[in-house]
């Protein structure tokens, strides 16, 4: 079973995702919070698997929430839930720690698939959203990606984990590993999941 924790302003939201988190036997629902300050504190307190976060909420953002529940060592994969028409920090809260983003219009499978994938710890990253951040260029890449790291770059934007990844090119583990370390250095960022977003927003991966 995996625990999410619902992050959201808007209580309609929340009573929205916790009747469909809570129906389902896959997820246990052990927290809400409406705003980022809130968050914080639950997620310390649950240290759910997973937890769904609004980006624009007030005293305190999600993107300094992600980034703080980040400084506090809380091991939560965090899913920023965004409208994408009006949230332009998707790509920051994703390089201060997200594992990926959602549409909040997605059907319910989608949003099931997406926790579960964040569970694993893979990058969830939806195509819609990822259109919207082509060309929104954070950083210069001074070297450009090999046709190999490419390939890593795309198998990881599927959601394979490094073994998938090292089974389908035929290569070691360990070689998916130095390869992704590479893209990380030549984009600027620190994990998986802002490594597949700066690679749609820089034109490298196209939804």
Same mark, same amino acid.
């Given at each position: 079973?995996?625990?999410?924790?619902?992050?959201?302003?808007?209580?309609?939201?929340?009573?929205?995702?916790?009747?469909?988190?809570?129906?389902?036997?896959?997820?246990?629902?052990?927290?809400?919070? +409406? =705003?980022?300050? *809130? #968050? &914080?504190? %639950? $997620?310390?307190?649950?240290?759910?698997?997973?937890?769904?976060?609004?980006?624009? /909420?007030?005293?305190?953002?999600?993107?300094?929430?992600?980034?703080?529940?980040?400084?506090?060592?809380?091991?939560?994969?965090?899913?920023?839930?965004?409208?994408?028409?009006?949230? +332009? =920090?998707?790509? *920051? #809260? &994703?390089? %201060? $720690?997200?594992?990926?983003?959602?549409?909040?219009?997605?059907?319910?499978?989608? /949003?099931?698939?997406?926790?579960?994938?964040?569970?694993?710890?893979?990058?969830?990253?939806?195509?819609?959203?990822?259109?919207?951040?082509?060309?929104?260029?954070?950083?210069?890449?001074? =070297?450009?990606?090999?046709?190999?790291?490419?390939?890593?770059?795309?198998?990881?934007?599927?959601?394979?984990?490094?073994?998938?990844?090292?089974?389908?090119?035929?290569?070691?583990?360990?070689?998916?590993?130095?390869?992704?370390?590479?893209?990380?250095?030549?984009?600027?960022?620190?994990?998986?999941?802002?490594?597949?977003?700066?690679?749609?927003?820089?034109?490298?991966?196209?939804?």
């Amino acid at each position: 079973m995996i625990s999410v924790l619902i992050v959201d302003d808007h209580p309609v939201v929340r009573d929205g995702l916790r009747g469909m988190f809570g129906a389902d036997p896959r997820f246990e629902v052990v927290g809400e919070a +409406g =705003d980022g300050t *809130a #968050a &914080i504190a %639950a $997620g310390e307190r649950f240290r759910p698997d997973v937890i769904l976060m609004d980006l624009r /909420m007030p005293r305190t953002d999600g993107v300094t929430a992600i980034r703080e529940l980040a400084e506090r060592g809380v091991p939560s994969r965090v899913l920023v839930i965004t409208t994408y028409d009006t949230d +332009g =920090d998707v790509l *920051a #809260a &994703i390089e %201060a $720690g997200a594992t990926g983003y959602l549409l909040k219009e997605a059907t319910k499978e989608e /949003m099931f698939r997406a926790v579960e994938a964040a569970a694993r710890g893979q990058a969830v990253l939806s195509p819609a959203v990822a259109s919207r951040l082509m060309g929104q260029v954070r950083r210069p890449v001074s =070297d450009p990606l090999s046709q190999r790291e490419l390939e890593v770059l795309e198998l990881i934007a599927q959601g394979s984990t490094n073994r998938e990844a090292a089974e389908r090119l035929f290569i070691s583990q360990a070689t998916v590993k130095t390869h992704l370390l590479h893209v990380y250095a030549k984009l600027g960022v620190n994990d998986r999941a802002a490594a597949v977003a700066a690679a749609f927003a820089k034109g490298y991966l196209t939804p």
